[in-house]
Structures are given as C-alpha cells and as structure tokens.
C-alpha cells in the first residue's frame, strides 16, 4: 500500500492547533481533503506558502491508524489575490466553503473550474457578489442540484417554482436564474447586469440550506451585505 500521494489543489481552509500544527482543507481536481501541515505556524515554519486561496501542488503521507495525512511538502503553483480585502472575503469564503461540500471524486472535475473562475472573478470584478451569485448556481448545477425552473408561480422553495412562499424572484429573476444556469460565463454574467440581485443571491442562500446544509460562511456574507 502506498502511503505517499502527491496532489494538486487550492487552500481553502485553515484551522490552527494549540501545538502549532495546522490543518488544511483543500479543493482541487480529484476532490476536497484535509491534511495537517505539523509546526506550520512557528517562525520556521511554512505558514506563508499555506495561506488561503493559495494553489499548491503537495505531497502527503498517510501513516497507518491516522485519520488525517500529514504534508511532507508544498509547491506554490499560483496564488489568487484580492480576496483577503474585506468587501471580497466574504465572497470568496461562501464559494469555497461550498465547492469544499460538493467536491465528491464524481464531481470535482466539473467543480473545479467553477471555483479557480469564480475567485478570480470576485477579486477583479467591480461587483465580487454578482460573480459569486453566478459561480455559486453553476457550483450547483455542476453537483446535479440545480433547482427546477419548469412549471407555474413566481417564486423559489425547495428546489422547485411555487406560486406562494419561499423567495420571490419574479419573472425577470427567474429568467436570470435559467439565464445563469443555462449560458456560458461571459454571458451568464452580462445576463444578471440588470437581474434583482439581491432575490437571486437570498435564493442561493436558501438553496443551498436545503440542498447542502447550513454553510458557516454565509453569516460572513450576511453581514458584509447588511453593512453594504
């Protein structure tokens, strides 16, 4: 049994230890895993080259009887900018934190893509939180939990159009939405130019909850929005 694997992903995790070890959660090609990187946050560490949203190309060694792999090395293959700035973090965080969820080995390679695309976005464009209504349906869609557009109402509830309750999107967001779901990037963004952003990105919240789970992140993106 080979205990060493070498694997390519981005940072988009990081919780401390007492004893100063790190461990990382990763998103890459192949899907999402952790491993612990031992004594990164002493000053001879490697701290720096594990930040956040920094794309590694790593190795690691799974010791038997351990539940996590420890890294035994990291090449920094790129690292994505601009989104440590506090009107993109939180941004940022929610499409991790959910490509992170979905990126099962079926999927992944479909997901990637959507995320290195996404975070670039939110760091260039003049509106991080159109891009990350756009990345974070295509994550969806890309995981087969796409909402169900067929059918009457105005509104969105548990994956499918309704005629009372759940978010209300109207005509014009729900002709977004398919919009957003169904063009390539480029166009799918200039498409949710003049869409009801804010009832599109409470849809995705809503979304996600039932199709995913809570996300920690999304507190993050509902506070930044209620301070904006």
């Known amino acids: 049994m080979e205990r060493y694997h070498v694997h390519e992903g981005l940072v988009v995790g990081r919780k401390p230890l007492p004893v100063g070890d790190v461990i990382l959660s990763f998103v890459g090609p192949e899907g999402a895993t952790q491993a612990v990187a031992r004594k990164a946050l002493r000053p001879t560490g490697r701290s720096g080259r594990l930040s956040l949203f920094h794309h590694l190309r790593y190795q690691v060694y799974q010791k038997p009887g351990n539940d996590l792999p420890t890294l035994t090395q990291a090449e920094l293959v790129g690292r994505l900018e601009g989104l440590e700035a506090p009107g993109r973090f939180p941004q940022a965080s929610f499409l991790a934190e959910l490509a992170y969820r979905l990126a099962s080995p079926e999927v992944a390679q479909r997901l990637w893509p959507l995320l290195i695309s996404g975070l670039k976005g939110i760091a260039k464009h003049e509106n991080p939180r159109l891009v ?8 969806l869609k890309a995981a087969g939990l796409a909402p169900n557009l067929g059918g009457e109402g105005m509104g969105l509830q548990d994956g499918h159009r309704v005629e ?16 957003v779901l169904k063009l390539p990037g480029g166009e799918a963004i200039e498409a949710l130019g003049n869409a009801p952003l804010d009832r599109l990105l409470q849809a995705l919240l809503a979304h996600t909850r039932y199709t995913v789970g809570d996300l920690g992140s999304a507190g993050l993106l509902s506070s930044s929005h209620a301070k904006g």
């Open 132 to 139: 990350m209504v756009w990345a974070g349906w295509r994550i």
């Open 164 to 179: 009372r309750g759940g978010i209300y999107l109207g005509l014009e967001g729900l002709e977004s939405l398919a919009a």
